[in-house]
Nanobody
């Protein structure tokens, strides 16, 4: 059984930066895509950034130019560098990995990011 462990959330002032990490362990292989989602209070979970097995990336319009997703295949780890953070970026951020021919989803436990104005 696979497991995802996230780290790097916290409290930061507007304009600041944070780096989130998500490390996969256990029986996770044949990764199709790795990504980050977020959910703010009272809102639906939304895609923030995605990186596919071949390196294609996709970003939410609200974070383009500020956030960068990257990965370390050897460590099965995905990162989210967040710069110029805004109060509206405040949310719980979840790591997601899709694996195998059936695109099975694995989710991290979530990490809180709070941006103060």
């Amino acid at each position: 059984q696979g497991q995802l462990v996230e780290s790097g959330g916290g409290l930061v002032q507007a304009g600041g930066s944070l780096r989130l990490s998500c490390a996969a362990s256990g029986s996770i292989s044949s990764i199709n895509a790795m990504g980050w989602y977020r959910q703010a209070p009272g809102k639906q979970r939304e895609l923030v950034a995605l990186i596919t097995r071949v390196g294609f990336t996709n970003y939410a319009d609200s974070v383009k130019g500020r956030f960068t997703i990257s990965r370390d295949n050897a460590k099965i780890t995905v990162y989210l560098q967040m710069n110029n953070l805004k109060p509206e970026d405040t949310a719980v951020y979840y790591c997601n990995i899709r694996v195998g021919v059936y695109d099975v989803n694995y989710w991290g436990q979530g990490t809180q990011v709070t941006v103060s104005s």
